[in-house]
C-alpha cells in the first residue's frame, strides 16, 4: 500500500444498539451508520470493545459484520474487529470479513483472562496467520485489556515481517512514547500508527506522530478538526480544538466508557435506547446528567442528528 493511500483520519468505534430488552436493534444499528457518516469520518471500525462485542453471541456478532458492511456499502473504509483467543477462530473470522467487504481487520494479541496468554513466538504466529487468511490489511490493537506486553521491539518486527500487518492501535499508558519509539523502530513499515482509548492523548499522541485515531461515536465531528490542522502542520489550532473538546473527552473516558455515546445517541434521536446488557450497567443518573449538560456545550451531531 502507498502512502497515498494509507488509511489515516478519524475511525471511530461503532456502538451495538439494543432494544429496552437487550435485544439487537437493527434499524438503530443502520441510523448509527448514517450518523457516523454525516459526521464526516475517514472511516468506521465495527464489533470492537466499545461496540460490547464482548457481550455478543457468535451469531449475533456475525449477523452485524453482514449488516454494518452491506448497509455502508464502501461509503468509507470499516474495520472489524475478529479478536479471540483461538487462531482457528481469528483466521475464520478473517477469511468471513474480507469475504463480505472489509477494508481492514482489527486484532487484539491472544488472551483469555490475566493467566492464559500466549508468548511472543505464537503472538507472532497469531497475526501472521490472520494476515494470511484475510488477505487485508492487519491493525494491532495494543490496549491494557488484554494484559499482554506487546514489545516495541515485537510490534516493529511483526510490522517488517508480516506484509499486511502495518496499521497499530497504541493505547497502551504512555502512549505517545510507545508511538514515537515503534515509529523510529518500524520506520516505512508502520504505515498507519493510530491514537486509541477516546482520544484522551490525542494531541500528544499526534505529535508523537500519528496518523490516526479510533475514537468513540460521541463527537467524532469535534475531533476530526483537531486531525485536519495538525495534518497540515498548524499544532496551535489544533491544539486550541482539542483544549476545547477536552473536557467532554475526560468525561467520557473517565466517568462513562461505551455508555457516553448510547446516551448521547438516545438525546438526539439516533437510537431509541442506551441500553446496555448485563452484566454492565446504566449510567448513574446523575451522571447520566451531567454528561448531557457538558455535551450540549459542544453540540456534537450525535445530540441532534435526529431530532
Known sequence: M????????????????FDDAGALDLDSQRRVLDCMIDQGVDGLCIIANYSEQFLLS??????????????????????????HFSTQVVEDRCRTAAK????????MPPYHGVGLQADE???????????????????????????VQLSVSLLARMAQSIP??????????????????????????IVG??????????MADLDAGATGTMCSALMPDLVRPVLEAHHVGDR??????????????????RQCGLRATKVVMKEGGVIRSDHVRHPLAPLDPTIRIELLELARQFEPLALRWGI
Not at 497475526?127 to 488477505?135: C, K
Open 193 to 202: 500508527p493510530f491514537d486509541g482509548e477516546e482520544g484522551i492523548t490525542l
Open 236 to 253: 496551535a489550532t489544533a491544539a486550541q480544538h482539542y483544549q476545547r473538546i477536552l473536557p467532554l473527552i475526560n468525561y467520557e473516558n
Open 2 to 17: 502507498t502512502e497515498s493511500a494509507a488509511y489515516r483520519g478519524v475511525f471511530p468505534i461503532v456502538p451495538t444498539p
Open 58 to 83: 457468535d451469531a449475533e456478532r456475525d449477523q452485524l459484520m453482514r449488516v454494518c458492511l452491506e448497509y455502508v456499502g464502501h461509503r468509507v473504509p470499516v474495520i472489524v474487529t475478529c479478536s
Open 164 to 189: 499486511l500487518l502495518q496499521y497499530f492501535k497504541i493505547e497502551t499508558p504512555q502512549a505517545a512514547g510507545k508511538l514515537r519509539a515503534l515509529i523510529a523502530r518500524g520506520g516505512d513499515d
Open 100 to 107: 463480505l467487504g472489509a477494508d481492514m481487520i482489527m486484532l
Open 121 to 147: 513466538t505464537a503472538i507472532f504466529e497469531h497475526f501472521e496467520r490472520a494476515a494470511i487468511a484475510g488477505g487485508i490489511p492487519i491493525m494491532v490493537q495494543d490496549a491494557p485489556l488484554s494484559g
